[in-house]
């Protein structure tokens, strides 16, 4: 059956066994296709870091487990005649000095900006995926809750037509 809306990128999470996983799920006409875990947990913040157990138990993780990382092949969603695009989720994009494949696609990034309520610090994560973009020589697809943008390798910006006009950036 075609959908009015094909193709539906969500993050979100997901469980196997005891382990935990930030993870992007990726629907076609209403099937999951693929569900992509996270290969990158910020420390303290999704992750424990060694020595740091007492700690992040306390503060971080009373409510929730600690978030996993996946250990799988980097995968590439290709939708309909768009190129291939190497998913990358937050931090991945954030954290990394260089890309997390050798592949030369765009990358589609997703990101959780919502907690970051200071419009500013939203448009500084925007910024440095536009930044990454230009650093990486890869175009870079950016959607979070305040920004859909794409930036090209040379850093010019294109808002996707769905977001309201006081989310582009300029």
């Not at 006409?29 to 740091?52: W, Y």
């Not at 980097?74 to 954290?95: G, Q, V, Y």
């Not at 610090?121 to 020589?137: E, V």
């Not at 979070?144 to 769905?162: C, E, L, V």
Request: proline letters at 8%.
């Amino acid at each position: 059956e075609d959908h009015t809306i094909p193709h539906i990128l969500i993050g979100s999470f997901a469980k196997e066994a005891d382990y935990h996983f930030n993870s992007m799920y990726w629907f076609h006409n209403g099937s999951l296709i693929h569900r992509i875990d996270k290969q990158h947990a910020v420390p303290f913040i999704e992750r424990i870091p060694l020595g740091a157990r007492i700690l992040c138990n306390s503060i971080f993780f009373k409510k929730s487990q600690p978030i996993g990382i996946a250990h799988t092949a980097r995968p590439r969603i290709a939708i309909d005649t768009a190129p291939e695009l190497t998913p990358m989720i937050c931090s991945e994009l954030f954290c990394n000095y260089t890309p997390c494949d050798s592949a030369h696609r765009p990358i589609l990034a997703i990101c959780n900006d919502w907690w970051f309520r200071l419009p500013h610090f939203q448009k500084l994560m925007a910024l440095t995926a536009r930044l990454r973009a230009i650093q990486w020589c890869r175009p870079v697809l950016y959607l979070s809750f305040r920004y859909a943008q794409f930036f090209d390798q040379h850093g010019n910006t294109y808002p996707i037509a769905t977001t309201p006009a006081y989310r582009f950036l300029k």
